[in-house]
Each structure stands twice: as structure tokens, then as C-alpha cells.
């Protein structure tokens, strides 16, 4: 039995490793498939408070897992394949193992969606991204594109108009889905161009390491030409990381965990923390925070037990 079980080893989990170890809660963090979450595939990031010269992702991660087993945090690999939430204490079962725990906290994330790309998965980090809150400061003065036409895509192509010469917006229909006022935004902004019925089949150039621009084609006509820019920015939205709990947790349309009155989920002793709950913000800084919260109001919940 444990008192706390975390689900997920980035930006949130971590965080609330470090708080419920030092709240001497003992807690076992699963680390599941994508250890580290989205920053061990991030590069140099500039703007986590305390790095004046930037850390890169995978080493901050690094950083924050042996701070939370300084504690006396608990690591476990392995990816959750099932959760009962029904009754406590909760149970999860990871492979043949069978955990129970007196309190949850799901730092599980969510996933950026992709191309499916071999080239693209080969670049991302190296001038693909998925982030330009993250990533656009290192594109000032370059070229670079952007994949879709939601207002995901939107956000991303206004925001990187800051630094880049020039913003391709690559769009598969011949209209954007984005919100009307983010359409019209983009239209008054110079930087921006549309490449209308258009999809990337190919992005250049993994030989060289770096992106130099893609193949395009024109999905009305067939015909592929070579764009070229320096960053590929995909625009297509996230998927939350909440299969394991439908059914058992209040989730939004799109799937994101709802959380009340802090990290609280809808079942008592059960908490969310990060990318899971957070359509909004989606930063390493603003998860770390909603993972302190989520071992603060677990060790408050414990300590209400007793």
C-alpha cells in the first residue's frame, strides 16, 4: 500500500515527487512509455526560471528526478496498463503487478500530434517542433512554416511573426478552422502566407541534421515542390494522455482531465496535474506549479483521513 502513486515523469510528475518526498508521503513514481515527457524531446529551453543560459530539456528532467530520490522518491519504469478508480484503496496494475495506493496523482501528459513523418520524427528537436512558445526565439530572423489551420495553428503562426522573417501557413483545405477573430489576425499579419490544399509528405533535410525546408504537395493538383525555411512548426493540436480513465474520471470533449478547486479530479483522493489537465498553457513552469499543487492537496487529503 502507498500512500501516494504519481502516473507520469515530466514536468508535473516530477515536481510532485519532490513534494510528497519531502512531505514524507514515500511516494512511487511510474514513469511510463514517454519518460520524461515532452521535454526529453525538447533541446535548449530558455525559459524555465533559475537557467540563464538555457538547459537542455532531457538534462532538466534528469535534474528534477534525482532531486525527488534525494527525497526519497521511488521510481518504477513501466507503463500503467490499467487503473481502478472505483473504490480505494486504488488499484494499478502495471505488467503482472498489482499497486495500491491511498492517493493518486495523473501527471500522464499530453501528446503533441504529428505527421507520421520518418524525417519528421528524425528533426524534431533539431528544427521541427511542436512548441513555438518554446521554440520561436531561436527562428529570429528565418524563415519557417507552419502545419495546420485550427486555432492551434493560429497561435503558433501569430506568435512566431515575433522573430521569423516570413510565416508559411501549410493547410490541407482551402479554408482555416481556426476562430474567426484569430483568422483575421493572421490575414492583417504581413509575415504571413497560406499554402492552401496543401500537405507536407517530407521534411528536409535529415542528412544534414537540420531543417532546410519540405516536399509539398498540392492535394488538388498532385504536383510536389520543395518549400524551403529553417524551422517546421506542426500546428495540429495535442491529445491528452486520459485512455486509461475514461469512464471513471469528468474529462472535457477533446479528453483533458477536469480538475476543481486546484488539482482536484471528480474522485475523492484522486488529483491532476500538468499537460493532462491544461489545454491552456502547456509550459514546463505552469505544469511544475500544478504538480506541487497535486501533492500539497494529496498530503491535505491524507492528513484529513487521520
Known sequence: MRDVVIIGSGCAGLPAAIYAARANLNPLLIRGLEAGGQLSLTTLVENYPGFPKGVQGPELIEMMQKQGQAFGAEFKEGDVAGVDLAKR???????????????????????????????????????VSTCATCDGYFFRNRPVAVVGGGDTAAEEALFLTRYATQVSVIHRRDELRASKIMQDRMRRNEKINFLWDSAVTDVLDPAKGEVTGARVKNLKTGDETIKNFDGLFIGIGHSPNT????????????????????????????????????????????????????????????????
Open 243 to 306: 485512455t486509461l480513465f475514461r469512464g471513471q474520471l469528468d474529462m472535457d470533449e477533446v479528453g483533458y482531465l477536469k480538475t476543481y478547486g486546484g488539482s482536484r479530479t471528480n474522485v475523492p483522493g484522486v488529483f491532476a496535474a500538468g499537460d493532462v489537465q491544461d489545454r491552456t498553457y502547456r509550459q514546463a513552469v505552469t505544469a511544475a506549479g500544478s504538480g506541487c499543487m497535486a501533492a500539497i492537496d494529496a498530503e491535505r487529503f491524507l492528513e484529513a483521513e487521520h
Open 89 to 127: 484503496p486504488f488499484t494499478i496494475t502495471l505488467g503482472a503487478e498489482q499497486i495500491e495506493a491511498r492517493t493518486v496523482i495523473i501527471a500522464s501528459g499530453a501528446s503533441a500530434k504529428m505527421l507520421g513523418l520518418e524525417s519528421e520524427r528524425k528533426l524534431l528537436g533539431h528544427g
